[in-house]
Structures are given as C-alpha cells and as structure tokens.
C-alpha cells in the first residue's frame, strides 16, 4: 500500500489508540465511547451508502455527510439528543486532532465544526434536587447511630463539593488543605486533572463533626470515607453508597411524591451546579468547579430546565454529497478485517 492511501487509516489509528489515551489521559470508558462513535459512523458507511471501510478517506466526513449520518441516528435509530451530541462531538474531536497533525485537513474540521450541538424538544433528563428537597434528604438519617451520621455528611459533602463519587471515595485526609485564612479540599478528576473547592459555612462544620467522631488520631493518609471489614478499614465501595442512597431517596419520595425516584450521588452534583445556574453564576465558572474540560459539557445546565422547542441543525450545504467517495478507488479491498484492527476498531 502507498503510504498516501493509508494516510486516513494511521491517523485514526493514532487518534484512538494514542492520542485519547496517553496525551488527553481519557479514561477507557471515555475512549471506548469515541471508538463506538466512529464505529457507528462506519457501519452507516457501509449499509446506508454501500462505502466499505476499506473505502473510506476524509471525503466521507464532510459537513453534508455528518448530518446524514446524525439524521440516520435521530431517524431510524431513534438516538436521544444527548447520545446525538455524544457522536458529533467524537467526531469533532477526531477531526480537530487530524487538523492539528496536518493543516491541509483543516477545512475539513472546520467544515464539520460549523455544524451546532442538538437541542432538544424535551427538557434534557438532568435531575436534581431542590432546596426543599435536599432539606428533607439531610433530615432523614438517623443521627443517633454512627452510620447515619456518615451517610448525611457524606451527602452534604457530595452535594457542596459537587463531586463524582469515586472522586469522593479516593479522598483522603490529606485532600483537605487548611490554612490561616481558607479551608480547601483538593479533588483529584477525571483526565488526571486536580481542582479545589473551597469549603464554607456550615460546611466546615459538619467536616470537623465527621473528623472528630470517625478520624481520631487517623493518618494523613488515611481514606476519608472508609468501610471497616474484619477490623480493618477499606476503601468505601460505590454499592454501599448505592445502597443508603437508594434507602434515603425511597423515604424521601414517600414523603414528598415530587422527590426524584432512584436517587444517585451523581444528582448531588446536578444539584449544586443547578443551583449554582439559578443564582446566575457564569458557566464558565461552573465549569471550573465541576472540572468539566469543555464548556459544551456544563452547558446542560444553562438550558436543562427550559421547555423550548429549538432548529435540531442548522441547514447544511448539500454539495460534496457522501456519494463522492465511492469514486476513489483504493486497492487493498477484501481486507477490510486487516484496517479494523489496525486502527484499533476491530
């Protein structure tokens, strides 16, 4: 094979099994979305427009194309919004590492770039709870015993630090940095990054309540939220977190009919970034504060409570149709299995 002819094919490769993981430290979940996305892209390729994969290039990611394909996915797959948002923003991200590797394919990224994120007819399913809501939650545990009083803490700390919850689970005692004038927890994220949140208030209160009474005399680096097993303290698991949560939101809904079903620790952290919105914080702040690497992922927030029906896409130009590509013959067709594995798709 010339190298031109396999040009498209490395740069996939290198994008997928490279880029995304060592230089953007994605996490496996992260990367395996971006592979399922290209790979979906793939086999619409392949069935709706008869282009093996042995057969594509970058003509078949034209602006006109991605759109077929993103209509395919609304249409016939019956893809939400969010997971329509999901494929064109793998894309984007393909394209746009392409361009950075060789300018010539910049038109190309920027031709696909110009095509705007689905909104939504419905409001997007972010749940959070209200202020009301989260005051009946925090009510709930029994705080007579050792275990509710660790489960209420661990859910106003989940909801004031906006935290993920393995996030809150890999803190240890050393995360929380005081000084004479602030107290702050350092909260280690997503793409190897690392933030801080300042801890205010009543906050601060309930921390050195939880200390007191589960960390005296514990190590520096000792787990914050821990399980004892054996006589020994382990890491807290996320199914145990699970489980009270689940208890917590059962009663909860039996008193207030209105109080979400299937409560989950990632609706903490909806909550204190709806709140954060309503208040009028900018987003890009928000942003920040949840370690969001793009703005496109928070903004959820500014629009989720809104019931607006909005234009999917905007028009595209229909020239440069997808049909193009079949033009360009290549020859290594029939080894089609030989390209998937060697881009890291088979």
């Given at each position: 094979?010339?190298?031109?002819?396999?040009?498209?094919?490395?740069?996939?490769?290198?994008?997928?099994?490279?880029?995304l993981i060592t230089k953007r430290n994605f996490s496996d979940?992260?990367?395996?979305?971006?592979?399922?996305?290209?790979?979906?892209?793939?086999?619409?390729?392949?069935?709706?427009?008869s282009i093996s994969f042995d057969r594509m290039d970058f003509?078949?990611?034209?602006?006109?194309?991605?759109?077929?394909?993103?209509?395919?996915?609304?249409?016939?797959?019956?893809?939400?919004?969010?997971?329509?948002?999901?494929?064109?923003?793998?894309?984007?991200?393909?394209?746009?590492?392409?361009?950075?590797?060789?300018?010539?394919?910049?038109?190309?990224?920027?031709?696909?770039?110009?095509?705007?994120?689905?909104?939504?007819?419905?409001?997007?399913?972010?749940?959070?709870?209200?202020?009301?809501?989260?005051?009946?939650?925090?009510?709930?545990?029994?705080?007579?015993?050792?275990?509710?009083?660790?489960?209420?803490?661990?859910?106003?700390?989940?909801?004031?630090?906006?935290?993920?919850?393995?996030?809150?689970?890999?803190?240890?005692?050393?995360?929380?940095?005081?000084?004479?004038?602030?107290?702050?927890?350092?909260?280690?994220?997503?793409?190897?990054?690392?933030?801080?949140?300042?801890?205010?208030?009543?906050?601060?209160?309930?921390l050195d309540a939880y200390l007191a009474s589960f960390h005296?005399?514990?190590?520096?680096?000792?787990?914050?939220?821990?399980?004892?097993?054996?006589?020994?303290?382990?890491?807290?698991?996320?199914?145990?977190?699970?489980?009270?949560?689940?208890?917590?939101?059962?009663?909860?809904?039996?008193?207030?009919?209105?109080?979400?079903?299937?409560?989950?620790?990632?609706?903490?952290?909806?909550?204190?970034?709806?709140?954060?919105?309503?208040?009028?914080?900018?987003?890009?702040?928000?942003?920040?504060?949840?370690?969001?690497?793009?703005?496109?992922?928070?903004?959820?927030?500014?629009?989720?409570?809104?019931?607006?029906?909005?234009?999917?896409?905007?028009?595209?130009?229909?020239?440069?149709?997808?049909?193009?590509?079949?033009?360009?013959?290549?020859?290594?067709?029939?080894?089609?299995?030989?390209?998937?594995?060697?881009?890291?798709?088979?």
């Amino acid at each position: 094979m010339k190298r031109n002819e396999m040009y498209f094919y490395q740069l996939l490769r290198d994008f997928l099994t490279d880029y995304l993981i060592t230089k953007r430290n994605f996490s496996d979940k992260t990367a395996r979305a971006y592979r399922q996305s290209l790979n979906l892209l793939r086999n619409y390729l392949r069935e709706e427009k008869s282009i093996s994969f042995d057969r594509m290039d970058f003509s078949c990611f034209s602006r006109s194309s991605i759109y077929d394909f993103l209509i395919w996915l609304k249409n016939t797959r019956k893809n939400s919004v969010q997971t329509l948002n999901l494929r064109l923003s793998a894309i984007k991200s393909f394209l746009k590492y392409c361009s950075e590797e060789d300018l010539e394919l910049m038109p190309v990224y920027l031709d696909v770039a110009s095509i705007h994120a689905f909104k939504g007819g419905k409001r997007l399913c972010v749940e959070y709870l209200t202020q009301e809501q989260l005051k009946l939650l925090f009510s709930l545990p029994d705080m007579t015993t050792r275990l509710g009083r660790r489960d209420r803490f661990f859910m106003i700390f989940a909801y004031e630090t906006g935290a993920r919850i393995q996030e809150l689970l890999d803190l240890r005692l050393s995360c929380i940095i005081r000084s004479d004038i602030s107290v702050r927890v350092k909260i280690h994220g997503k793409g190897n990054k690392t933030r801080y949140v300042p801890l205010l208030g009543s906050t601060l209160k309930h921390l050195d309540a939880y200390l007191a009474s589960f960390h005296k005399g514990s190590p520096l680096d000792a787990l914050l939220f821990y399980t004892i097993h054996d006589a020994q303290k382990t890491q807290m698991k996320a199914g145990t977190v699970d489980y009270f949560l689940k208890k917590y939101g059962k009663l909860a809904h039996e008193a207030d009919a209105a109080f979400p079903e299937g409560l989950h620790a990632h609706m903490f952290r909806h909550s204190i970034a709806m709140a954060m919105h309503k208040k009028g914080i900018p987003i890009s702040y928000i942003r920040d504060f949840l370690g969001h690497s793009s703005i496109e992922t928070t903004s959820v927030y500014s629009y989720s409570d809104e019931e607006t029906i909005t234009k999917a896409l905007e028009s595209v130009n229909l020239e440069g149709t997808i049909g193009n590509a079949v033009a360009k013959k290549k020859n290594w067709k029939g080894k089609e299995q030989y390209l998937l594995e060697y881009c890291g798709l088979g």
